[in-house]
Every structure is written in structure tokens, then in C-alpha cells.
């Protein structure tokens, strides 16, 4: 079974600056998808970028970019010029490639605070 | 976008009664939906996958006779937690995946309070 970990429970970055959430993930397949959620107070979840294992490119989406290194089953996200509004809590998640009707693997999560 | 409700957003009940949530994909057909049990500061916890036509699937631990899944067309699912208790408080997400799409979309959770 595939499993994801999240090793940093609590991060904290100045607003403007960059940081850098981890995601390590286990499994024994060659094609899947990686995610990264996020779910404000709220709690309704967004996503935020998506990656698929046999692309090479690290997938981008404005100031949220990851760093995906298949071999090390490593899955981390960048977030620069952080914003007030990026404070949410991070979920990064796995899904088997075969049909989209396969569930998501979740990590425990990332709660990010922004510091003004 | 893809669109995904759930009804109702809040709900309170007394202990012993059963409360019924439902998930809608708005704009799209779902033969396929996820229902999420969430602690706070926690992660999503899966339940149960919903079957359009079928019996659902539950995960290992999770009473299938507590929580009732009912996929009743390609829109619409229903979780129903039957005698409801102080422990079954919790905020209840539901999720579809849009065929042709790799992305789930998440319902904006529902928080039952059991007195």
C-alpha cells in the first residue's frame, strides 16, 4: 500500500518570503499522480498544484512550484512572496495512475502560519 | 470549474437520532464518490467509496452499518450516520473524481455536533 509522510507538522514563514513543505511518498508503481491541497480555516480543500510521475518537468502554478524527484520519492512544495492568505493547513496526496476513479492517499498535513 | 455541494454545512442533533448528508457534483456526473471523516488540525480520514449503482466500499474500521452510503444517482451520494453519538461529532468532506480529469474536487465538509 502506498503512504504518504509529511514530517513537518508546523511551519512558519515571514509574508513575502519563500518556504519549502515536505512530502516523501512510498510506493511500488511507475505511474501516478502527486498533489498538494490546501485547506484554509475554511476547511474547504483547494487544489493547489498537481504532478504526474512520468512527467520530468516540475510542474509550476504562479508562485507555487514543486520539486518532484522520482527517485527519491520526494514531493516538495515551494511557495514564494508568501501571502497572508497562503496560511492554511498543506496536504500533500497520492493517486494511483490506473483510473480516476482510484482514492487519495493523504499525508497528516502542514499547518503554515504567515507572519506580517 | 468542477463544482461539488454538500448539504447541509452545520448540523447539531441529540444523541440517538440519525442525520443524512448529501454531496451533489453540480456540473458534472460522478459514478464515483469519496466520503472523509476529519478531525481538528488532522488529516482527511477515508470512510468510504460510493458506487453509483453498487454497495459501497467501506475502510477497514469503519461501521458500515453506522455510516450508510446510498449512491442514488451519477450526482448524487448520501452519507446517513444512524444513531448518531457524541464520538460521531466530527466535520464529514465528500470528494468526486470528473472523468477525463486526474483531479479529485472536494465538497466545502459538513460539522455535525451530537449532543
Known amino acids: 500500500a502506498q503512504t504518504v509522510t509529511q514530517s513537518q507538522p508546523e511551519m512558519s514563514v515571514q509574508e513575502a518570503e519563500t518556504v519549502t513543505l515536505s512530502c516523501t511518498y512510498d510506493?511500488?508503481?511507475?505511474?501516478?499522480?502527486l498533489f498538494w491541497y490546501k485547506q484554509p480555516p475554511s476547511r474547504q480543500m483547494i487544489l493547489v498544484i498537481r504532478?504526474?510521475?512520468?512527467?520530468?518537468q516540475n510542474a509550476t502554478e504562479n508562485r507555487f512550484s514543486v520539486n518532484f524527484q522520482k527517485a527519491a520519492k520526494s514531493f516538495s512544495l515551494k511557495i514564494s512572496d508568501s501571502q497572508l492568505g497562503d496560511a492554511a493547513m498543506y496536504f500533500c496526496?497520492?493517486?494511483?495512475?490506473?483510473?480516476?476513479?482510484?482514492?487519495?492517499?493523504f499525508g497528516a498535513g502542514t499547518i503554515l502560519r504567515v507572519k506580517s | 470549474g468542477a463544482v461539488v455541494s454538500q448539504h447541509p454545512s452545520w448540523v447539531i442533533c441529540k444523541s440517538g437520532t440519525s442525520v443524512k448528508i448529501e454531496c451533489r457534483s453540480l456540473?458534472?456526473?460522478?459514478?464515483?464518490m469519496f466520503w472523509y471523516r476529519q478531525f481538528p488540525k488532522q488529516s482527511l480520514m477515508l470512510m468510504a467509496t460510493s458506487n453509483e449503482g453498487s454497495k459501497a466500499t467501506y475502510e477497514q474500521g469503519v461501521e458500515k452499518d453506522k455510516f450508510l452510503i446510498n449512491h442514488a444517482s451519477l450526482t448524487l451520494s448520501t452519507l446517513t450516520v444512524t444513531s448518531a453519538h457524541p464520538e460521531d461529532s466530527s466535520f464529514y468532506i465528500c470528494?468526486?473524481?470528473?472523468?477525463?480529469?486526474?483531479?479529485?474536487?472536494f465538497g466545502p465538509g459538513t460539522r455535525l455536533l451530537v449532543l
Open positions: 510506493t511500488s508503481e511507475s505511474d501516478y499522480y
Open positions: 496526496a497520492y493517486r494511483s495512475f490506473m483510473e480516476y476513479g482510484n482514492k487519495l492517499v
Open positions: 504532478q504526474e510521475a512520468y512527467k520530468q
Open positions: 470528494s468526486a473524481p470528473r472523468a477525463g480529469r486526474e483531479t479529485q474536487y
Open positions: 456540473d458534472f456526473q460522478a459514478t464515483t
